[in-house]
């Protein structure tokens, strides 16, 4: 099982939490999970989230 939270970190309010119950790619968690993140967000994560730019964040 895969876990994502989406935090922000001015608030430290948790903005989504995610799971996917088979094997898939951070980023497509991502995309799964509805969230929208603004172009001048800061990302941190593991290198699955290297393309998220791509993907509209940034």
Known sequence: MK??????????????????????????LLRHSGVRLHPETALIGDAGYLNWIEFGGG
């Not at 939490?17 to 790619?25: E, G, I, L, P, R």
């Open 3 to 28: 876990t994502q939270v989406v935090i922000n970190v001015a608030t430290h309010m948790i903005m989504c939490v995610a799971t996917a119950f088979d094997s898939m790619h951070d980023l497509t």
